[in-house]
Every structure is written in structure tokens, then in C-alpha cells.
């Protein structure tokens, strides 16, 4: 399996590359070249880490398969607690996959504990043995998942950037205490797209990879452009599948829809992928906040990031330029030239539009819809009071979204992006209750009101000691790369 840049197809590289990279050189991201099918029913009869393994091979075809076995097994076993690509009933035909039980409580973990093992294996097939740079932009949950799955391994650093205040508190807490020798954190003037396109920048300025590359430094991202972090979420689809086969609510070839809170369009994209590759999914539906720029693109074909930005209480979906859409559109136009043109229109204008016939082609498989926070509240308090199902803000976004989205007959199954301890304060306010300014004591308040326990690994974050509170402008983020060592 080779990879092809989206913005130049003559540009192909192997997925260890593709992985080692991060980007293309000139700013495409890496796509497979085709998609590889499989047999479904064979798949969901493994358990989980084979299951990964299984469909990581499909695509990361210069690895050994063996080491992707082992890979699989190591990072999806007790990290998350026996319960990788679990399924939660909900109410009805209505599910929750729920992906937060790893360690660090977002479905971010699935990637990027198994992320860093991969990328050490691609230079090893590489035969390179320079040091890797990994520059990362977050909302907040990539920050924190990204320090904890790269801290201390070897010839890798690590740099995490996040927006000032655009993070809740727990979520800035748990990367300000990230222990490790080669991990830095900054927060960041300006919101999440300002902190991305300052990484972005860097990641396109030739002279910055040159006088890297002089020390013996590569730069790499562990953003959901890496194809690195998409391949690993495409497994937790087929998973769920597999459940609901296993539990007898589905017979084999049905269709099963799945609702997807949506910020920079990655786990929604690997569930494009599980469809091409086989799986019966029916629809995916995107659920957005009110940063609702996807659901407007999704309807009329013009996508504009020139438009008011909402500090909302799911920030992880707080993006308005959703990187991984230009796979999807690479993979529905087919062309290059198109995508290049499109994402050129993007960074110049701020807007694109595209052919009807390619806004018709997406639809026929991707749904839509957004949550005001308004409705975000009260799908958290419906869902506890009706259903017993206690959720987190990105995931009501879904849930909202879902109600509206949903097919008679067609199971739907909603992604469970973050445990609700992560974001204490809203959740608890929306149950109602006066939450308390300090999020510790809202976690504390949310246990008491619900009878739930908040995973050790948030509860435990009040006594760590906070290591990191630098403070830098985006243009400052070159400085920063440019101040390693090998
Ligand atoms: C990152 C994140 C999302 C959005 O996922 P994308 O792949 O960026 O679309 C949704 N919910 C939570 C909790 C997240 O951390």
C-alpha cells in the first residue's frame, strides 16, 4: 500500500514514511491509494487488539506483522481497563461507544498509545536514526493524550501548543503536570486555529526543516493529519459492529449509523474508511457545536472559515477549519488539482466551494446537524434523568444530534468521545446543580450527584505539580522548534 499526497499524486510514499513525516511537503496530507477489503465477518470475530492489528495491516503493509500484533496487544489491553471499543446500551437502537477508557479519558488515547510505537518502528524500516521533533496544536484533548503516549520515548521530543483559555481546566491541568524529560507545553494567544496554523507554518517553512535537518532534527506531527492517527480509529467502528452482531440486534450485512461529534473531521473520516473498506455502515451522521461550519458545508457545498469563532463547553470541537475534510474530498473529486486548489482558495480567502457533484457524492453518505449549548444542557439532562446514561458535553453534542438524525429501524450508534469527569462543571450544571468554580470540587459535587466515579487519573491531577506556564504568541512557535538540539 503506497500513500499519495492530496495536493500532488506524484508525490507517493510508503505508510512508514507517510508516518514518519506527518505531512506532505507541500502541505497535502497522505492518503491511501486505494481501499483495501476485508472480510468483515472474519474481522468481527476477533477481539480487539486483533482486530487492530488486522486492519492496521490492510494499510501499514512495510511493517512486520508481527510487530503491529504485538503493537496492538500491548496498547489495547490493560490501559484501557478490558474495555477498548466498548459498547453502552443507551436507550432503544440508540448506543454509546464509548472511547474513554483510556488513560487519559478521550477517545484521542486509541491513536496516540499506539501512535508513538508506530513511529519508532517507521524509522527503524526507515534505517533513520535522527531525532524526531513532534509539534502538536490542541483544543485539549490531543495535548494531553499526545504527552502521555510520547513522553520518555527515545530519540523523540515533544511540543504541545493549546490555546489560552480555550481549554478547561482540568484538561490544562493534566498537560501542565505531563511528566517526561523530552515533553514542553505552551499555551497560546488566539484560539485553536490560530495555535494550529502557527504549527502549520512551521511545518511548510523550508528554511526551519533546513537548519533542523543541520542538527540532525525531523519534524513530526501527531496531529490527526498523520495518517498515523486516523488508521488506529478506524478499528473501533468494525468493533462495535461486532458487538452489536455478538448481542444478536443486528443480523450480518445490516446497515448500523453512526453520530460523530465532529471538530477536525478525523474520527468521522475513519469511519468513511471502515465503510470503503466493507463495513455496513449506513450513514455517518457529522454532529457539530456551534462552531457549525461543517453542518453549513455539508448542506451547501461552501465551506467558510470566515465567520464568528464560539468559546462552547465542548471545546475539543471548537475548530473551524477541520484539517482531515480534505481527504474526504480527495478521495470523493479524485483530483489533485482540485483538492490543491480548494485548500489554496481556503488559505487565501478563507472560503471554498465545491462542484455539485461533489457535495452530492459526500451526502449520499454523510448526514448532519449541530447542538446550540442550550440544547447540549438539556441532552445531558435528558439523558441521566430518562436514560440513566451520564455523558460528557461532546458526546450530548452527538446525542443531540443523533434524535434528530435517526433512521426507524436503523441502530444508531453514538461516539462517547470523553468521560464526563473531564468536564465536570458543565455537566454538573446541566444536571442542575450550582457547579463550583474549582473543577476538582465539581468532580467531587458531579460523584456525589450521580453516584459515579471520576477515573483516577482525573481525580488525581490536584496533587501533581504543574510544570509548565509559558505563555508565547503563534509566530513564537518557530522559535520554539528552532531552539532544539539534537
Ligand atoms: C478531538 C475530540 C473530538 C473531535 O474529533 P475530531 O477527530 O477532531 O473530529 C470530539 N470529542 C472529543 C472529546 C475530542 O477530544
Known amino acids: 500500500m503506497q500513500f499519495f499526497s492530496t495536493r500532488d499524486q506524484s508525490r507517493r510514499v510508503s505508510a512508514s514514511q507517510a508516518i514518519a513525516q506527518g505531512l506532505s511537503e507541500e502541505g497535502g496530507l497522505f492518503v491511501p491509494e486505494s481501499f483495501p477489503q476485508v472480510d468483515v465477518k472474519a474481522l468481527c470475530g476477533l477481539d480487539y487488539p486483533a482486530m487492530a492489528a488486522a486492519v492496521l495491516r490492510e494499510y501499514l503493509t512495510d511493517y512486520d506483522p508481527a510487530f503491529l500484533a504485538g503493537a496492538a496487544a500491548a496498547t489495547y489491553g490493560d490501559a484501557f ?235 475539543s470541537m471548537d475548530i473551524l477549519v477541520s484539517s482531515n475534510l480534505e481527504r474526504l474530498l480527495w478521495h470523493v473529486t479524485g483530483s489533485d488539482a482540485e483538492v490543491a486548489g480548494l485548500m489554496d482558495q481556503l488559505n487565501r480567502e478563507g472560503s471554498y466551494t465545491v462542484r455539485p457533484e461533489t457535495l452530492a457524492a459526500i451526502q449520499g453518505t454523510f448526514a448532519c446537524g449541530w447542538s446550540s449549548e442550550e440544547e447540549v444542557a438539556a441532552e445531558i439532562c435528558t439523558r441521566w434523568e430518562r436514560d440513566g446514561y451520564l455523558c460528557d458535553t461532546h458526546t450530548a453534542v452527538a446525542f443531540h444530534v443523533a434524535g434528530q438524525q435517526k433512521r426507524a429501524g436503523v441502530p444508531m450508534v453514538v461516539l462517547s468521545t470523553a468521560s464526563p469527569f473531564k468536564f465536570p462543571r458543565s455537566v454538573l450544571a446541566a444536571l442542575g446543580h450550582a457547579a463550583p468554580e474549582n473543577d476538582f470540587e465539581a468532580m467531587q459535587a458531579l460523584e456525589q450527584a450521580t453516584g459515579r466515579t471520576a477515573p483516577a487519573s482525573l481525580a488525581g491531577l490536584r496533587q501533581k505539580p504543574e510544570r509548565f506556564d509559558a505563555v508565547i504568541d503563534p509566530s513564537q512557535i518557530a522559535e520554539v522548534a528552532l531552539g532544539y538540539q539534537a
Not at 471499543?85 to 472511547?99: F, K, M, N
Not at 523550508?206 to 532534527?217: D, H, S, T
Not at 461529534?261 to 468513511?272: E, H, K, V
Open 81 to 315: 481497563g478490558g474495555k477498548a471499543g466498548y459498547l453502552a446500551p443507551v436507550e432503544g437502537d440508540t448506543w454509546a461507544l464509548e472511547l474513554w477508557h483510556g488513560p487519559t479519558c478521550a477517545f484521542k488515547d486509541y491513536a496516540l498509545q499506539l501512535m508513538p510505537k508506530l513511529l519508532v518502528e517507521a524509522k527503524r524500516n526507515l534505517g533513520r536514526t535522527e531525532k524526531t521533533l513532534i509539534l502538536v496544536a490542541t483544543s485539549g484533548d490531543t495535548g494531553k493524550a499526545a504527552l502521555d503516549g510520547y513522553h520518555d520515548i527515545p530519540g523523540v521530543e515533544i511540543a504541545v501548543f493549546y490555546p489560552t483559555g480555550g481549554t478547561s481546566e482540568i484538561q490544562r491541568l493534566q498537560m501542565a503536570t505531563q511528566e517526561g524529560a523530552n515533553v514542553a507545553v505552551y499555551a497560546v494567544r488566539g484560539n485553536f486555529d490560530d495555535a494550529q496554523t502557527g504549527v502549520k507554518r512551521v511545518f511548510a517553512d523550508k528554511e526551519i526543516a533546513a537548519r533542523l535537518a543541520q542538527r540532525n532534527i525531523c519534524l513530526s506531527s501527531a496531529n490527526s493529519i498523520n495518517w498515523g492517527r486516523l488508521a488506529p480509529q478506524i478499528v473501533y467502528y468494525f468493533a462495535a459492529y461486532a458487538q452489536l452482531l455478538k448481542a444478536g440486534k443486528i443480523a450480518f450485512g445490516d446497515e448500523v449509523d453512526f453520530c460523530v461529534p465532529t471538530g477536525n473531521f478525523g474520527d468521522i473520516l475513519a469511519g468513511y474508511y471502515a465503510k470503503q473498506m466493507g463495513l455496513p455502515v449506513g450513514r455517518l451522521v457529522c454532529a457539530s457545536n456551534q462552531n457549525n461550519v461543517l453542518t453549513d458545508f455539508l448542506r451547501t457545498g461552501v465551506y467558510t472559515a470566515r465567520r464568528a469563532f464560539y468559546k462552547t463547553s465542548s471545546p
